[in-house]
Each structure stands twice: as structure tokens, then as C-alpha cells.
């Protein structure tokens, strides 16, 4: 299944919405990003708290809320993955100047 939009086929019509969705992706990817490193979560990945809350490095994926909650959630991370990858096909994002800067990993 795809995002409603792509799957659709409604995102030519409202390309604002599709910048809007691909935005959202971008702010909420676990602390890979510019915006999500403004996070408070970034805090908490630094080397000692990932020592002393015993934490491994959390980056690149997607959790349940917001970058801020740090925990990648599998099918969250699946289901984000995929969105970003089909939106990336859009016109609307490929041709969009003010394209939030998501980093290619």
C-alpha cells in the first residue's frame, strides 16, 4: 500500500499537500537531519547519556511521533522509508525549490 497521496494519483493536483507530507518526513526522521538535530532529543545522543542510559546511536529512522521521542520503531521505519521513496518520484518534490534538505543515506 501506498501514502494516500501518491496512491491517489491526486498529488499533481495538490501539490502543496505533497510538499506538506514530504516535509513532515523530513522533521520527523530520528536525528538525521537538520531540523531533527534542533530537537531536544539530540541532547541524549550525545556520547556520555548514550553511555549512561545505555543507548546505542539512534539515526535514520522513523518512530511513532516525532524525532523527539529518539526510538526508531521497525514497521514505523518501513512505512517511512517507503513514503519518502515514492514521494522522491513526484514531480512536486523533485521540481520544489524549498525543498527540505534530507540528507541521501
Same mark, same amino acid.
Given at each position: 500500500? *501506498?501514502?494516500?497521496?501518491?496512491?491517489?494519483?491526486?498529488?499533481?493536483?495538490?501539490?502543496? &499537500?505533497?510538499?506538506?507530507?514530504?516535509? %513532515?518526513? @523530513?522533521?520527523?526522521?530520528?536525528?538525521?537531519? @537538520?531540523?531533527?538535530? $534542533?530537537?531536544? $532529543?539530540?541532547?541524549?545522543?550525545?556520547?556520555? !547519556?548514550?553511555?549512561?542510559?545505555?543507548? *546505542?546511536?539512534?539515526?535514520?529512522?522513523?518512530? %511513532?511521533?516525532?524525532?523527539?521521542?529518539?526510538?526508531?520503531?521497525?514497521? &514505523?521505519?518501513?512505512?517511512?522509508?517507503?513514503?519518502?521513496?515514492?514521494?522522491?518520484?513526484?514531480?512536486?518534490?523533485?521540481?520544489?525549490?524549498?525543498?527540505?534538505? !534530507?540528507? @541521501?543515506?
Amino acid at each position: 500500500r *501506498h501514502p494516500p497521496i501518491v496512491e491517489s494519483g491526486l498529488a499533481e493536483e495538490f501539490p502543496e &499537500c505533497t510538499r506538506r507530507a514530504y516535509a %513532515f518526513f @523530513e522533521r520527523t526522521q530520528i536525528l538525521s537531519t @537538520e531540523v531533527s538535530q $534542533a530537537s531536544s $532529543a539530540y541532547l541524549y545522543e550525545t556520547e556520555p !547519556m548514550r553511555t549512561k542510559y545505555y543507548r *546505542h546511536v539512534s539515526k535514520g529512522g522513523w518512530p %511513532f511521533s516525532t524525532s523527539a521521542h529518539g526510538w526508531p520503531i521497525s514497521d &514505523c521505519t518501513a512505512e517511512g522509508l517507503k513514503s519518502v521513496l515514492l514521494l522522491n518520484k513526484l514531480r512536486e518534490i523533485r521540481e520544489w525549490s524549498d525543498r527540505p534538505p !534530507m540528507e @541521501e543515506q
